[in-house]
């Protein structure tokens, strides 16, 4: 690990569906650099423990980029949750650590925020005026800038989205939080609506996994007396935790085309959208292909700035 990077980056990676391998490239190609204060573990998911050749994966160019590799089992979670297991140090809530001379000893108490994520998602997607404006800044101001600038002593967990389909909730498909909200999450028990193992357990099916990782993971946020945020900007500065809020959306989930007030997501305001084959996510699918074909596009006939 570099002295200077504070951020450990978790990239879960599933070839489930015909967009997943487009939409790790994408990532890396946009977001992975040397000296962006990033450790990145991109974890690729076997299947029938057939090792994945990772010649034939996106190029990491980053020398705090990595690839691990481990069987396709237990869901994004119950991964998270052997990860930490196996290769890292510092959790608060084990005296024992799984981690053995031929893995990497990761100590969780020297970063300052955690990002977790999945390769069901495609982004970053930010407006050009935006990156001008930022490059002109000559400020230190990064992809996951946008989500990192949230946490504070008052927020523990943002992510692009909040759903109110159950209970409100940070989407899991990316979740960032520091170490306060990483030691809520980590604590073993049923406390937020999870099973007595915890959040990062390797649960059976993909209900259990809504129902007892990503579900209490905003619980248990909220339950400590810390607010979850998201990208949205009809959910800006709402208190989650007071019962009038937790109906919002009327409980539909906002990805779903037309599903967020009549509208589906917009990649500019959400800066990562569901990316995948279902039928369901294609507005917001749509709209990020057109944006990635015109700034290509803009690559392509090198128009350059004024």
């Not at 935006?130 to 992809?143: D, Q, T």
Request: hydrophobic share 30%; proline share 5%.
């Amino acid at each position: 690990k570099s002295v200077n990077n504070d951020i450990l980056l978790i990239y879960i990676y599933a070839g489930t569906h015909s967009h997943a391998y487009g939409n790790l490239k994408y990532f890396i190609e946009k977001c992975v650099r040397q000296g962006d204060h990033v450790d990145y573990y991109f974890i690729l998911q076997q299947v029938d423990n057939k090792p994945i050749n990772e010649s034939d994966m996106p190029l990491l160019t980053s020398k705090t980029a990595y690839y691990i590799q481990h069987e396709n089992k237990c869901y994004d979670f119950g991964t998270i949750g052997w990860f930490f297991d196996h290769y890292t140090i510092g959790n608060p809530w084990k005296n024992n650590s799984l981690v053995d001379k031929t893995n990497r000893k990761i100590n969780l108490n020297k970063y300052k925020y955690f990002i977790f994520m999945n390769s069901s998602i495609r982004g970053p997607f930010f407006p050009p005026y935006f990156i001008e404006l930022v490059s002109k800044s000559n400020i230190n101001y990064y992809w996951y800038s946008i989500f990192t600038n949230r946490i504070n002593n008052y927020v523990k967990l943002v992510g692009c989205t909040i759903s109110c389909e159950t209970v409100p909730h940070v989407q899991s498909y990316l979740l960032v939080t520091d170490l306060i909200g990483l030691s809520i999450l980590l604590k073993p028990g049923n406390w937020g609506g999870a099973y007595p193992e915890g959040i990062f357990t390797c649960y059976p099916t993909k209900d259990h996994v809504s129902l007892y990782s990503e579900l209490p993971s905003s619980n248990r946020i909220l339950e400590s007396g810390y607010m979850i945020d998201s990208l949205l900007t009809k959910y800006q500065h709402i208190n989650f935790s007071e019962p009038h809020n937790k109906f919002c959306n009327s409980n539909k989930n906002p990805f779903i085309n037309n599903a967020f007030q009549g509208t589906s997501l917009e990649p500019y305001e959400v800066v990562f959208v569901k990316y995948n084959d279902f039928e369901w996510t294609k507005d917001s699918r749509g709209r990020a292909q057109l944006y990635e074909k015109w700034n290509n596009d803009i690559k392509l006939v090198n128009r350059s700035s004024w």
